[in-house]
């Protein structure tokens, strides 16, 4: 059962373009929401994060935008330059332990041509 | 070292053959996770460790598959008799408590 769904798959925006990339869960026990970016033959790491307390979140040209209501939240990319180019996955996590496990969606694999 | 090491980077077996994944967390990172990643997928929860205590091993898809962290710090990920299906990137990452997880580079294992 997949727990976060992750839309598109694939996206290609010019330079300066704006690409969104949305996410949709299910389980309300979920308390926090990770973007990660992969490049090929890395492993991913954390741009920005989220708790359902906040609305928005911005850090540098990466915003996050969370609606509790209807269990989604999105990344925006603001001024894409070719070298946001990556895979990117959202994520949501289960409070465990003190430490937190990740469940994460499918990815999008974006393109910023020049 | 500065990050999160896993070793060897590729690994080849044959079907049958058991391997051992390594993994070397950030000094000082409480919690470990292991995760398994197929091609063009996200990654996959396997198990969980705080310090040397497994908490979750929910996500190890069969017996075969098995993880150690005996002293609390490095970490071991077996894989016993591999199958092709456990082909994938097996990616080991820490954190210290509810900070941010860091992942390593992962093991890229192909079963042939």
């Known amino acids: 059962q997949q727990q976060v769904k992750q839309s598109p798959q694939s996206l290609i925006v010019q330079k300066g373009g704006i690409p969104i990339i949305n996410c949709a869960y299910e389980n309300t026990a979920f308390d926090y929401f990770p973007w990660y970016q992969q490049f090929p033959g890395k492993g991913p790491a954390l741009l920005i994060a989220i708790r359902p307390d906040v609305s928005e979140k911005k850090e540098g040209r990466f915003t996050i935008s969370f609606n509790k209501s209807a269990k989604q939240f999105s990344l925006h990319i603001m001024d894409s330059q070719p070298g946001d180019s990556a895979t990117y996955f959202c994520a949501a996590s289960i409070p465990q332990g003190g430490s937190e496990k990740l469940v994460f969606g499918k990815g999008t694999k974006l393109t910023v041509n020049p | 070292g500065a990050g999160v090491s896993q070793s060897p980077r590729y690994k080849v077996a044959k079907r049958g053959q058991d391997v051992a994944l390594r993994c070397d967390p950030i000094?000082?990172?409480?919690?470990l996770f292991w995760y398994q990643q197929a091609l063009g997928q996200g990654p996959e929860f396997l198990t969980y460790f705080q310090n040397e205590a497994q908490l979750d091993k929910s996500g190890l898809p069969s017996d075969r598959f098995f993880a150690e962290r005996p002293e609390g710090s490095v970490s071991t990920l077996k894989i016993q008799r591999t199958q092709q299906e456990d082909s994938a990137v097996y990616l080991c990452?820490?954190?210290?408590?509810?900070?941010?997880?860091?992942f390593g580079q992962g093991t890229r294992l192909t079963v042939v």
């Open positions: 000094s000082g990172h409480v919690s």
């Open positions: 990452a820490s954190s210290f408590m509810v900070t941010e997880a860091f």
